[in-house]
């Protein structure tokens, strides 16, 4: 996509410090932060007097294409709701319903102030023709599942080689692939010993649910004699390059294994609760300085992509469990959201934060509004009363994806038409 020289003037920027001051963007970074830039030295100017400056928040765990399937199965336990429900319909997808609700998905992120997912699920050249579309950042991995087949399991390694040769490193460098094994309870441990050898072949990342419910932790600990990050760690699949979601029923030794092995956790507290798989112990594992991050799941388990919605919920989550108001504050919730979701992707060094020298991915936030009045303490606002519906601008790798709350880059009416018919045609093969 075409990048320019872009200011965005008189903004209250979230940086290292809170400042008031301009952000001059040249291509697809941040070149200068200053209350001192001209005007006349770039090409469009953005007026954000009345806003707040962020970096684009990431979000670490979606199944972007399940967007299809919201509503469809709800208040039910995760196994009914997988074995029964979501497989079945999962059963008739076809690319061109995983291009649909992944393109819906795009959309529904940059309005709520997202620019990067890493998503995990199926056709992913599809999702990855719909995030490039759309302008935004992602990472995608094709969903491994091989339940111990051994000609699925060839199966699996073909199509996420497949999808990595086609798609890593496309759209300007915004649409990177990783490695998708499910879980330790759907793949066998010659897939996860396997996942490992070739994602150091390809230098790409992993990621995959663990320990998520008490049953999978019963189950593993039944099949392997231990717990399932135990089990991980002993066949060294563990490691930095490692994007774990859920981690809700994670032990003292565990989360040792999890900080060792510099293992990053994306924590999904909606989904989670909406399916009661439980609560995650969040400010346990950052007083152990374990790399912990935000995000959504899919949108038939959250119901919606709103990661301001899911930074709120965090913090009130972890203070009602704790019996304790001063956990997860708001500044450290915000990290989650953002630097800490860099980390969790690797992608700390181009994301995540407003830096001179990062990739410009900004949000603008509308603080004139009577929830966000008087205007008092940002971070705070951003956390406890804002929501997705407040974001105003957003821009991924310098180009403007909305503006004025308007998307530029893709067809909102025709997005939503072209999911709903999408929906109603998958729905209709059950």
Not at 8 to 25: F, H, M, P, Q, V
Not at 119 to 128: G, S
Not at 132 to 161: C, P, Q, V, W, Y
């Amino acid at each position: 996509m075409e990048s320019k020289n872009i200011l965005i003037k008189d903004a209250t920027i979230i940086a290292d410090e809170i400042i008031k001051g301009s952000l001059l963007i040249e291509n697809d970074k941040i070149v200068e932060i200053s209350d001192k830039i001209g005007i006349s030295d770039a090409e469009e100017v953005i007026l954000a007097d009345d806003k707040i400056l962020l970096p684009g928040l990431v979000n670490t765990h979606t199944h972007l294409s399940m967007t299809l399937m919201r509503g469809l199965a709800d208040d039910i336990p995760l196994d009914s709701w997988l074995n029964n429900h979501i497989w079945p319909v999962e059963a008739n997808l076809t690319g061109e319903h995983c291009y649909a609700g992944a393109l819906l998905a795009c959309a529904e992120m940059i309005k709520s102030g997202t620019t990067c997912f890493n998503d995990m699920y199926f056709f992913m050249d599809q999702v990855a023709k719909a995030a490039d579309e759309a302008g935004i950042r992602g990472m995608l991995s094709h969903g491994m599942i091989d339940f111990g087949d051994e000609e699925k399991r060839k199966n699996e390694f073909k199509e996420t080689i497949r999808i990595i040769k086609k798609c890593h490193n496309t759209g300007d460098g915004r649409i990177k692939v990783a490695f998708g094994p499910h879980s330790p309870y759907t793949c066998s441990q010659e897939l996860l010993e396997g996942v490992k050898k070739e994602s150091n072949k390809y230098g790409v990342r992993i990621h995959i649910h663990v320990s998520e419910t008490q049953k999978e932790v019963s189950d593993i600990q039944e099949i392997h004699g231990k717990r399932p990050f135990e089990y991980l760690n002993d066949i060294n699949f563990l490691g930095e390059e490692v994007t774990a979601a859920h981690a809700v029923w994670v032990s003292d030794s565990e989360i040792d294994i999890i900080k060792e092995k510099n293992v990053k956790l994306s924590h999904n507290p909606s989904s989670n609760m909406k399916l009661s798989s439980g609560i995650s112990p969040v400010a346990k594992l950052l007083d152990k300085e374990v790399c912990v991050s935000l995000g959504t799941d899919g949108p038939a388990s959250n119901n919606n992509m709103d990661l301001f919605e899911e930074m709120k919920i965090s913090a009130l989550l972890q203070k009602v469990n704790t019996m304790d108001p001063t956990v997860l504050s708001a500044a450290n919730v915000y990290k989650m959201a953002t630097i800490n979701g860099a980390n969790s992707l690797g992608l700390e060094n181009e994301i995540g934060s407003i830096e001179v020298g990062k990739k410009a991915d900004i949000v603008l936030v509308n603080m004139k509004i009577p929830k966000l009045t008087p205007f008092r303490n940002p971070i705070s606002h951003l956390v406890y009363s804002a929501s997705g519906g407040d974001v105003d601008t957003v821009l991924c790798n310098g180009t403007v994806l909305m503006k004025n709350k308007e998307l530029l880059t893709i067809d909102e009416a025709r997005v939503i038409e072209i999911a709903e018919n999408a929906s109603e045609d998958l729905l209709s093969k059950c």
